[in-house]
């Protein structure tokens, strides 16, 4: 059984399942749905928890499948818990899961919870996931993106009973908080519960949220590229002087930005070869939201100024690596910011040129 995020305090609220897998890559997240399910069953009578973490190949499957398949000497219920830092179970471990999995559904006096990382499809159609899937409740845990990020701060404001001011000053407010804790949601966390101390329940200025929060956002060089594709160049700049104040490798950062314009290039000329844009995108194995940014902006680039972005990544390679080009920054990040720039303007419509 599935289940969303959204929908997991509900099911709780309606009876406990004895087995249960979260997986994702957002902590604040994934330990809130945990908690939630842990403190379910301890109103219901589970008084004991053991923790299991699955450390290298070696570790004993054994201990966890003894746990689950056994009552407490000292509880009437407890909660076995499974940690798998990898997401790899191996070999074994795929066949003691299937074996949880199976206990679990005969075993009312113990409930299973196993953490997982974010899973790639491979894993997920693997035969222990399915086992856990057909036996309990698996709910994957997305990670908040930066367009939902003011909604889901707003939420949060509203447990505390704060909110923003109506309109566009409301708008502003939360676009300035969003910018500040992008990529770190649980600093986002922290700086919404320290609002909560410093303010009363009730609307929230500008200035306050100014004055309390913290620039705590992180950033990553694959969501730059989302953005640069977008054509957010606020946002871009952002994350350039972020990615540079956190130390990223630059070579990484040209090669993140080089290899979407070499997709671009190469998406563009299968279309011209007679190849529909889905097919073109498959096999340059284009996905996901890249997918939907590349159908927005390959209409608007022309063959010509792609040779152009593609000159001028061949140009900031050679100035990563300490060449000097006539015509160009010979600082790193000052080339990498005019390229990511050029490519921004070339991908974001009139009107969506200044968007954050």
């Avoid at 701060?153 to 000053?169: D, N, T, Y």
Wanted: some cysteine.
């Amino acid at each position: 059984m599935q289940l969303a995020p959204n929908q997991l305090q509900p099911h709780l609220q309606k009876g406990l399942r004895s087995l249960y897998a979260l997986h994702g890559d957002e902590p604040l997240l994934v330990q809130e749905a945990a908690d939630a399910i842990r403190a379910a069953a301890r109103s219901q009578g589970y008084t004991e928890r053991t923790v299991h973490t699955v450390a290298g190949a070696h570790f004993d499957w054994g201990a966890v499948l003894a746990a689950g398949g056994s009552m407490s000497l000292f509880a009437d219920r407890q909660i076995v818990e499974v940690r798998i830092p990898s997401g790899k179970p191996g070999k074994e471990g795929s066949v003691a899961l299937q074996q949880l999995a199976q206990q679990a559904e005969g075993n009312e006096g113990v409930l299973t919870l196993v953490l997982l990382p974010r899973l790639d499809r491979m894993s997920t159609q693997g035969a222990w996931f399915s086992a856990l899937e057909t036996s309990g409740v698996t709910i994957k845990i997305d990670p908040i993106e930066r367009a939902q990020l003011p909604a889901w701060i707003a939420a949060r404001l509203a447990r505390h009973g704060q909110r923003v001011l109506a309109g566009e000053a409301g708008q502003r407010t939360l676009q300035f908080f969003a910018d500040r804790v992008e990529g770190n949601l649980l600093a986002a966390h922290q700086e919404i519960e320290k609002l909560a101390l410093l303010y009363p329940p009730g609307e929230l200025a500008y200035e306050q949220v100014e004055a309390a929060v913290l620039n705590v956002a992180r950033y990553d060089v694959f969501k730059l590229s989302e953005a640069v594709l977008a054509g957010q160049v606020q946002r871009v700049q952002r994350m350039l002087e972020g990615l540079q104040a956190e130390g990223e490798a630059e070579v990484l950062v040209h090669y993140t930005l080089a290899e979407d314009i070499r997709a671009l290039k190469r998406v563009k000329d299968a279309m011209a070869a007679g190849r529909p844009l889905p097919m073109a995108l498959r096999e340059q194995r284009v996905w996901g939201l890249k997918e939907r940014l590349f159908e927005r902006v390959l209409p608007r680039l022309t063959p010509l100024a792609l040779d152009g972005h593609l000159h001028s990544a061949h140009v900031v390679d050679g100035i990563v690596k300490g060449l000097k080009a006539p015509g160009w920054p010979t600082d790193s990040w000052q080339a990498l910011q005019r390229l990511a720039l050029e490519l921004c303007l070339a991908c974001a419509p009139a009107h969506e040129k200044i968007s954050a």
